[in-house]
Nanobody, 128 residues
Framework: HVQLVESGGGSVQAGGSLRLSCAASGYTYSSYCMGWFRQAPGKEREGVAVIDSDGSTIYADSVKGRFTISQDNAKKTVYLQMNSLKPEDTAKYYC???????????????????????WGQGTQVTVS
């Protein structure tokens, strides 16, 4: 079993920045995909960015050039640096984790329900 703990959410003004963190613990995979997803009230969960254990990244078009996903393999932690935040970025952000063998990163970003990952509890991001 894998536990994911997200942190770093908060409230910022438009144009501001936030950095989210997601730490994995428990029975983790040596090769994996980790990603950030978000869900606003009344909307479906959407993909934001995914990174695999080799460092390959995929971004949703809506965040390209503004958000950066990165990782610290030794700490089993993934980060999401969010710059130039917009009100439409307001959502609860969730970290997802799955084995690389079960991961099609582009598909996962485009269709979050296509995968069955471990999920964290989420962290709220509010942009006003």
């Amino acid at each position: 079993h894998v536990q994911l703990v997200e942190s770093g959410g908060g409230s910022v003004q438009a144009g501001g920045s936030l950095r989210l963190s997601c730490a994995a613990s428990g029975y983790t995979y040596s090769s994996y995909c980790m990603g950030w997803f978000r869900q606003a009230p009344g909307k479906e969960r959407e993909g934001v960015a995914v990174i695999d254990s080799d460092g390959s990244t995929i971004y949703a078009d809506s965040v390209k050039g503004r958000f950066t996903i990165s990782q610290d393999n030794a700490k089993k932690t993934v980060y999401l640096q969010m710059n130039s935040l917009k009100p439409e970025d307001t959502a609860k952000y969730y970290c997802g984790y799955t084995s690389l063998a079960l991961c099609a990163a582009q598909t996962w970003v485009q269709a979050p329900s296509s995968h069955r990952p471990y999920w964290g509890q989420g962290t709220q991001v509010t942009v006003s």
